[in-house]
């Protein structure tokens, strides 16, 4: 019997959806953040202010590159989303283990992403640059941020 069904069995004739299940809509926070960003909205727990500042944190945190396979995502947010549906496995039932299968996923496409980022460059997860302009006796060294030697000049 669905949610719905109960509610109304019940004689509550208000559904019962998913975003009025506050621990859910921090989850979706934290593991998916667009449908969590939804629940948050449409959730009438949370004042607006809360609403505001944790849409404007996760908009910001996008901006600055936390994104799905960032290692602040993939190490703390996801498994902290799946710590609370496991913490309240008796009232969501089996949803908490649907979103650990995801995680492998998660992991591996970070592992991946971290594979092909250069260690030195621009885009590095160690971030600056290995551009420079390197001295040595009478010749100078240009670097790009590969660490590519793309200019010589010697005098």
Not at 130 to 152: H, L, Q
């Amino acid at each position: 019997m669905s949610e719905e069904e109960t509610a109304h069995a019940n004689g509550n004739d208000e559904a019962v959806h998913w975003y009025d299940n506050k621990n859910l809509v921090i989850a979706w926070i934290l593991t998916f953040f667009p449908v969590g960003i939804y629940g948050l909205w449409k959730n009438q727990e949370f004042i607006r202010n809360v609403k505001f500042g944790v849409t404007v944190a996760v908009a910001m945190a996008f901006v600055l590159g936390i994104n799905f396979t960032h290692p602040l995502y993939v190490f703390v947010a996801f498994p902290a989303g799946i710590y609370l549906l496991w913490k309240n496995r008796k009232e969501l039932g089996g949803l908490w283990k649907r979103f650990a299968l995801v995680y492998p996923i998660i992991l591996v496409l970070a592992l991946l992403q971290a594979a092909n980022t250069p260690v030195g460059g621009a885009g590095s997860i160690l971030g600056g640059s290995c551009s420079a302009v390197i001295t040595e006796g009478n010749c100078t060294y240009f670097r790009d941020d590969d660490c590519n030697v793309i200019s010589k000049s010697c005098n």
